[in-house]
C-alpha cells in the first residue's frame, strides 16, 4: 500500500479520536477486527495500511474511500455519519447482532438482504468493544453433529465474511455458519476453493461424515465468534442432587414403614382384645 494512503489513513483514525469518537486507538482496532499492536505499527508509520483494514474503516467508521485514495473530499462522509448520530448513537451500538431463531432459518435463507425482514428479527449487543460496530449474526444450533464444542440449544455469534473473498478470508479448521438456499450449517470448514471450488464440512462429531458444498451455491459465510450456552450444573452436582433426594425418599419410606407396623400391632392387639370377649 502507497505510503500517503496509509498517512491519510492515520489522519483519518487521529481525528476520530481528537473528536472523542473513539477512546483509544485499542478500541478502534478492535472494532474494526484488527490487532492493536499491528494498528499501532501503522500510526507509527512501522507498516503500511491494509485494504481490508481500510474497508472495515469505511463500513464501520464512515471514512471516505475518495479522501483515503486520492486525498480529494473530505475525511469521512460526512452525512451518512451524521444521520446515524441523528439517530442516536448509544441505540445504535445496542443492536449490533441481528438474531435468527430456528424458526426463521428458512425465511433467512431466502431473504437475508431484505432490510424489511430484518427489521421485525430481534437484535441485541454484547458488552465487548469488538461486537459495538460491524456486522453480526447470531444463530441457533440444531442437532448433535458439532459435539462437544456445540450442542443443540447453544447459540453462536458471527462476524460477517467478504462473498467476494471467501478464498481469502475461509480460513482451515475454523468454525464457520455457512447459509445456503433452504438451509443453514453451522461446522468446521476445510478451504478447497483453490483446488476444486468447493468447501469441506467438517463436523466435530465424528458420527458424522465430511462432505463438500461447491462455493457457487453459498449465499452467506459467517464465522463463529462467541457461543453463548445455557448453564448446567456439573454431573457431580446433579449426582450430589439426586443422592441427597434419594436418602430423603429413603427417610420418607422408613418412617412410613414405621407406621404401619404400629397400626399393624394395634389392630393385632384390638383384634385380641375382642376374642377374649367372646
Known amino acids: ?21 473513539i477512546k483509544s486507538v485499542r478500541q478502534f482496532a478492535l472494532s474494526v477486527d484488527y ?5 499501532n505499527d501503522i500510526m507509527r508509520g512501522k507498516r503500511d495500511v491494509t485494504i481490508e483494514l481500510i474497508k472495515n474503516s469505511i463500513e464501520t467508521y464512515h471514512f471516505n474511500p475518495h479522501f483515503i485514495f486520492t486525498g480529494a473530499g473530505e475525511m469521512f462522509i460526512e452525512d451518512e455519519w451524521e444521520a446515524k448520530n441523528n439517530q442516536g448513537t448509544a441505540h445504535e451500538s445496542l443492536e449490533k447482532i441481528l438474531y435468527i431463531p430456528m424458526a426463521a432459518h428458512a425465511g433467512y435463507t431466502d431473504q437475508f438482504n431484505d432490510p424489511i425482514y430484518q427489521e421485525d428479527l430481534i437484535s441485541f449487543s454484547l458488552p465487548d468493544y469488538k461486537f459495538q460496530h460491524g456486522n453480526y449474526r447470531c444463530f441457533d444450533v440444531e ?13 453462536v455469534v458471527c462476524s460477517s465474511i467478504d462473498s ?18 433452504g ?12 483446488k476444486n471450488g468447493t468447501l469441506e464440512m467438517i ?15 453459498i ?10 450456552s445455557p448453564f448446567l450444573p456439573t454431573p457431580n452436582h446433579v449426582r450430589n442432587s439426586i443422592s441427597a433426594e434419594m436418602d430423603k425418599m429413603k427417610e420418607t419410606i422408613d418412617s412410613q414403614s414405621r407406621s404401619i407396623q404400629l397400626l399393624n400391632q394395634t389392630i393385632e392387639k384390638l383384634l385380641d382384645q375382642q376374642k377374649l370377649v367372646y
Not at 164 to 181: I, T
Request: charged share 30%; net charge neutral; with cysteine.
Open 1 to 21: 500500500m502507497c505510503n500517503i494512503v496509509t498517512e491519510r489513513f492515520v489522519r483519518c483514525v487521529e481525528t476520530l479520536k481528537e473528536q472523542n469518537k
Open 35 to 39: 490487532h492493536p499492536q499491528n494498528l
Open 143 to 155: 442437532g448433535d453433529s458439532m459435539e462437544p464444542s456445540l450442542f443443540a440449544g447453544d447459540k
Open 164 to 181: 467476494s473473498s471467501f478464498y481469502n478470508s475461509v480460513r482451515d479448521n475454523l468454525v464457520y455458519v455457512v447459509v445456503l438456499e
Open 183 to 194: 438451509s443453514i450449517i453451522v461446522k468446521r470448514v476445510k478451504n478447497n476453493i483453490r
Open 203 to 217: 463436523s466435530d462429531n465424528n458420527y458424522y461424515d465430511p462432505y463438500t458444498i461447491p462455493v457457487k451455491d
Open 219 to 228: 449465499r452467506e459465510i459467517w464465522h463463529v465468534d462467541v457461543k453463548i
